[in-house]
T-cell receptor
Framework: DGGITQSPKYLFRKEGQNVTLSCEQNLNHDAMYWYRQDPGQGLRLIYYSQIVNDFQKGDIAEGYSVSREKKESFPLTVTSAQKNPTAFYLC????????????FGSGTQLSVL | AQSVTQLDSQVPVFEEAPVELRCNYSSSVSVYLFWYVQYPNQGLQLLLKYLSGSTLVKGINGFEAEFNKSQTSFHLRKPSVHISDTAEYFCAVSDTGRRALTFGSGTRLQVQP
């Protein structure tokens, strides 16, 4: 089946630790996105990539980093500089023209120990 | 910069009653408008989208939305809701430049028997 796979479903981070969230898609989509979801705040864009080896900061990129070495993969690293990382993280993809729907993964819940 | 405002954080409604979820946007350029639905602990699914043409857009599960350019609104409606419509609903806007969606804060629809 085609779709987006996020792993792990739940992740715990210790103080000062970097953690990486995985996002893989087999839809052959050019564009991929990372959103952070907090209760009552909706989804906020962290980073997005419209093509391999290129990505742009979203609205809340501080404390996060990404890479796009392969078309199907867009991992997100939550660094120790992100002081409030507890949130639900959603990855999405689209063909990349801006007027089509996003396909979302099932999300990763990150919590701080 | 674009933004989306969903005025109602929660909307309780009885089963088989009509419902309207409000969405207003601001943007200095032409936009595409979307409504997504999120069921608990899942990613988002597209309900409907407005790109151009007819201002009344019909989506899945009996939902429809009307684009009003003068009022910069894109309200979502359903004439008769079911228990299964209980979920969180997000309005989103995409301008033709950035090609990444900006989401509203969400409206939780609670359908009661």
């Amino acid at each position: 089946d085609g779709g987006i796979t996020q792993s792990p479903k739940y992740l715990f981070r210790k103080e000062g630790q970097n953690v990486t969230l995985s996002c893989e898609q087999n839809l052959n989509h050019d564009a991929m996105y990372w959103y952070r979801q907090d209760p009552g705040q909706g989804l906020r864009l962290i980073y997005y990539s419209q093509i391999v080896n290129d990505f742009q900061k979203g609205d809340i990129a501080e404390g996060y980093s990404v890479s796009r070495e392969k078309k199907e993969s867009f991992p997100l690293t939550v660094t120790s500089a992100q002081k409030n990382p507890t949130a639900f993280y959603l990855c999405a993809s689209s063909p990349g023209q801006g007027n089509e729907k996003l396909f979302f993964g099932s999300g990763t819940q990150l919590s701080v120990l | 910069a674009q933004s989306v405002t969903q005025l109602d954080s929660q909307v309780p409604v009885f089963e088989e009653a009509p419902v309207e979820l409000r969405c207003n946007y601001s943007s200095s350029v032409s936009v595409y408008l979307f409504w997504y639905v999120q069921y608990p602990n899942q990613g988002l699914q597209l309900l409907l989208k407005y790109l151009s043409g007819s201002t009344l857009v019909k989506g899945i599960n009996g939902f429809e939305a009307e684009f009003n350019k003068s009022q910069t609104s894109f309200h979502l409606r359903k004439p008769s809701v079911h228990i299964s419509d209980t979920a969180e609903y997000f309005c989103a806007v995409s301008d033709t430049g950035r090609r990444a969606l900006t989401f509203g804060s969400g409206t939780r629809l609670q359908v009661q028997p």
